[in-house]
C-alpha cells in the first residue's frame, strides 16, 4: 500500500485552497504518496509481467522546513515542499517522490532518442534539431504539431503541483479548449511513451543515476553534442539508436 504524507494538509499555504477547491483534495492525496500504486505500476510497463520491477535505489529526503518556506515563497508553483535524492543531493519538486520508481522502472527501446541535459541550457533548440535530423527535414510537421508532443518530457509531470493544476483548470473553466490543453500537457509523458509503436524522442534533465539503468543497455549509443552559447559552453548527451 501506498504511504502518505499528511503534514503538508497543516500548511498555512495549502489550507485555504483546499477551502476553496475542495475537489481538489483527493489530488493532494495522490500528489503526497511516497510509492507507486498496483495500477501505477502495470500502466508503466502496458501490462508487461516480464518486466521486473526494480526499487528506487535512493533515499528521497524533504529538505528542512525553514529553507522550505523560503522556496515556497519564492517559487510559486509549487505547494507542497521540495526534496533532495540520494547522496548527491540532487534537487526536486515533491512531486518527484510520487514518480522517482516510475522514471527509474521506465523501459527504454533500441531505437529511443534521448535527450539528456541541464535545464536552461539551450534543450529546445537541440530538440528541434535532433528531430528534424531523424525526420528527413519535415518542417511541415515540425510546424504542424508543438515540440512537446513529438518529443515528451519525461518527467514534467513531477513540475506540476495538483493544486496548480485544479487552478488552471478553474480559470479557464470557460473555455473547454484551455481545459483539454491543460489535460494534455499535464498527462504524464511515460503514459503516453509505452503507447508509443513509432520511434521515440524522449527529452529529461534527470542525471543518469536516475534513469533507467538499461538505457545504455538496449542497444543504444551515446553521442555527445556541443552547444555553445554566450555563456560558458554546455554540454548535451544524446543517447541515439544504432
Given at each position: 500500500?501506498?504511504?502518505?504524507?499528511?503534514?503538508?494538509l497543516a500548511s498555512e499555504a495549502?489550507?485555504?485552497?483546499?477551502?476553496?477547491?475542495?475537489?481538489?483534495?483527493?489530488?493532494?492525496?495522490?500528489?503526497?504518496?511516497?510509492?507507486?500504486?498496483?495500477?501505477?505500476?502495470?500502466?508503466?510497463?502496458?501490462?508487461?509481467?516480464?518486466?521486473?520491477?526494480?526499487?528506487?535505489?535512493?533515499?528521497?529526503?524533504?529538505?528542512?522546513?525553514?529553507?522550505?518556506?523560503?522556496?515556497?515563497?519564492?517559487?510559486?508553483?509549487?505547494?507542497?515542499?521540495?526534496?533532495?535524492?540520494?547522496?548527491?543531493?540532487?534537487?526536486?519538486?515533491?512531486?518527484?517522490?510520487?514518480?522517482?520508481?516510475?522514471?527509474?522502472?521506465?523501459?527504454?527501446?533500441?531505437?529511443?532518442?534521448?535527450?539528456?541535459?541541464?535545464?536552461?541550457?539551450?534543450?529546445?533548440?537541440?530538440?528541434?534539431?535532433?528531430?528534424?535530423?531523424?525526420?528527413?527535414?519535415?518542417?511541415?510537421?515540425?510546424?504542424?504539431?508543438?515540440?512537446?508532443?513529438?518529443?515528451?518530457?519525461?518527467?514534467?509531470?513531477?513540475?506540476?503541483?495538483?493544486?496548480?493544476?485544479?487552478?488552471?483548470?478553474?480559470?479557464?473553466?470557460?473555455s473547454p479548449e484551455k481545459c483539454?490543453?491543460?489535460?494534455?500537457?499535464?498527462?504524464?509523458?511515460?503514459?503516453?511513451?509505452?503507447?508509443?509503436?513509432?520511434?521515440?524522442?524522449?527529452?529529461?534533465?534527470?542525471?543518469?543515476?536516475?534513469?533507467?539503468?538499461?538505457?545504455?543497455?538496449?542497444?543504444?549509443?551515446?553521442?555527445?553534442?556541443?552547444?555553445?552559447?554566450?555563456?560558458?559552453?554546455?554540454?548535451?548527451?544524446?543517447?541515439?539508436?544504432?
Amino acid at each position: 500500500m501506498p504511504t502518505f504524507n499528511f503534514r503538508v494538509l497543516a500548511s498555512e499555504a495549502i489550507r485555504p485552497i483546499v477551502r476553496r477547491y475542495p475537489h481538489s483534495y483527493s489530488l493532494l492525496l495522490l500528489s503526497m504518496m511516497d510509492t507507486p500504486t498496483e495500477e501505477l505500476v502495470k500502466d508503466a510497463f502496458h501490462n508487461n509481467n516480464d518486466v521486473k520491477w526494480l526499487k528506487f535505489p535512493f533515499c528521497i529526503s524533504d529538505i528542512d522546513a525553514r529553507t522550505s518556506a523560503r522556496l515556497l515563497n519564492d517559487f510559486t508553483g509549487e505547494r507542497s515542499g521540495f526534496v533532495r535524492v540520494g547522496p548527491k543531493k540532487w534537487f526536486f519538486p515533491s512531486g518527484y517522490r510520487r514518480n522517482a520508481e516510475i522514471y527509474y522502472n521506465f523501459q527504454p527501446r533500441s531505437d529511443d532518442v534521448w535527450i539528456v541535459t541541464f535545464p536552461r541550457s539551450g534543450t529546445t533548440w537541440t530538440q528541434e534539431l535532433v528531430w528534424l535530423l531523424a525526420n528527413n527535414l519535415d518542417y511541415g510537421t515540425a510546424s504542424r504539431v508543438p515540440l512537446d508532443a513529438r518529443f515528451p518530457f519525461l518527467e514534467f509531470n513531477s513540475f506540476v503541483h495538483p493544486l496548480v493544476k485544479t487552478e488552471f483548470l478553474e480559470e479557464n473553466k470557460s473555455s473547454p479548449e484551455k481545459c483539454s490543453l491543460i489535460e494534455e500537457v499535464t498527462k504524464p509523458a511515460w503514459k503516453k511513451l509505452v503507447k508509443t509503436t513509432q520511434k521515440r524522442f524522449i527529452k529529461t534533465h534527470l542525471p543518469f543515476a536516475l534513469l533507467p539503468p538499461n538505457l545504455l543497455e538496449v542497444g543504444c549509443k551515446v553521442r555527445t553534442s556541443y552547444l555553445r552559447r554566450a555563456q560558458p559552453q554546455r554540454c548535451h548527451c544524446v543517447v541515439l539508436p544504432p
